[in-house]
Antibody, heavy 124, light 108 residues
Framework: EVQLAESGGRLVQPGGSLRLSCAAS????????MDWVRQAPGKGLEWVGR??????????EYAASVKGRFIISRDDSNNSLYLQMNSLTTEDTAVYYC???????????????WGQGTMVTVSS | EIVLTQSPGTLSLSPGERATLSCRAS???????LAWFQQKPGQAPRLLIY???SRATGIPDRFSGSGSGTDFTLTISRLEPEDFAVYHC?????????FGGGTKVEIK
C-alpha cells in the first residue's frame, strides 16, 4: 500500500527549531518530487516547498514565507523526507502534511498521495 | 505568484442537489495544471481532479472539472451525504504552487 507518515510535530517555543520527518512506503520514493504543505487551524492549505527527485539533483524550492528559515531534504536510501524548521514564529503553527507528486500523462505532476499530517504548535 | 480565488466561501445545499464551485486565477494557469481536492474534518486532502478535468483514480463520475486559462469549475452532479466537505483548488503549473482559500459545502 502506498503510504506517507509524518512525525515530529510538537509544542515549541517561538524562536525555536524543529525537524519533521515523512516516511514513505509502497512506491519508488526516489522517482518522485516530494512536497510539504501546511494548514493553520481553521485555514486553507499553504504550499511550503518541495524537493525534486534525484534525476533533478534533489533541487529544492520554497514558499516566500519560509525561505531562509526552513530546509527540505530527503534520504532516498531510507525513503524519507525531512523538514528542518528554524526561527519558528506563532504564524508557523499548523498541521504539516507531506505529499507525493504523481505523474499524470499530459497533465503534469499533481499531489496524489498525502500523509495524515503532524501538528506543530509554536507558543510560549 | 498565481493567486487563486474560490467562490462561494460556503455552499449550503441538500443531498441530491447539484453543486457548482468556482476557482478563478489571477493569471492564466500554465497548461491548465489545476487540481481539486476534497478535505473532511481531521483528514488529509484527497485528490479529485487533475489537469482541470481528469478524475483521479477511484473518484465517482458525479465529480467533474472544467475550465481553462483563469476560470475553473468543480461540479458535483448530485450530492451524496459523504460529499459534504471542504474543497480546495490548486495550481501546479508554476512555482510557487498555490491553493485557493477553499469552499465549504454544507448540508442545508
Amino acid at each position: 500500500e502506498v503510504q506517507l507518515a509524518e512525525s515530529g510535530g510538537r509544542l515549541v517555543q517561538p524562536g525555536g527549531s524543529l525537524r519533521l520527518s515523512c516516511a514513505a512506503s509502497g512506491f519508488i520514493f526516489s522517482d518522485h518530487y516530494m512536497d510539504w504543505v501546511r494548514q493553520a487551524p481553521g485555514k486553507g492549505l499553504e504550499w511550503v516547498g518541495r524537493a525534486r527527485n534525484k534525476a533533478n539533483s534533489h533541487f529544492t524550492e520554497y514558499a516566500a514565507s519560509v525561505k531562509g528559515r526552513f530546509i527540505i531534504s530527503r534520504d532516498d536510501s531510507n525513503n524519507s523526507l525531512y523538514l528542518q524548521m528554524n526561527s519558528l514564529t506563532t504564524e508557523d503553527t499548523a498541521v504539516y502534511y507531506c505529499a507525493r507528486e504523481g505523474y499524470f500523462e499530459s497533465s503534469g505532476y499533481a499531489f496524489d498521495i498525502w500523509g495524515q499530517g503532524t501538528m506543530v504548535t509554536v507558543s510560549s | 505568484e498565481i493567486v487563486l480565488t474560490q467562490s462561494p466561501g460556503t455552499l449550503s445545499l441538500s443531498p441530491g442537489e447539484r453543486a457548482t464551485l468556482s476557482c478563478r486565477a489571477s493569471q492564466s494557469v500554465p497548461s491548465n495544471y489545476l487540481a481539486w481536492f476534497q478535505q473532511k474534518p481531521g483528514q488529509a486532502p484527497r485528490l479529485l481532479i487533475y489537469g482541470a478535468s481528469s478524475r483521479a483514480t477511484g473518484i465517482p463520475d458525479r465529480f467533474s472539472g472544467s475550465g481553462s486559462g483563469t476560470d475553473f469549475t468543480l461540479t458535483i452532479s448530485r450530492l451524496e451525504p459523504e460529499d459534504f466537505a471542504v474543497y480546495h483548488c490548486q495550481q501546479y503549473g508554476r512555482s510557487p504552487l498555490t491553493f485557493g482559500g477553499g469552499t465549504k459545502v454544507e448540508i442545508k
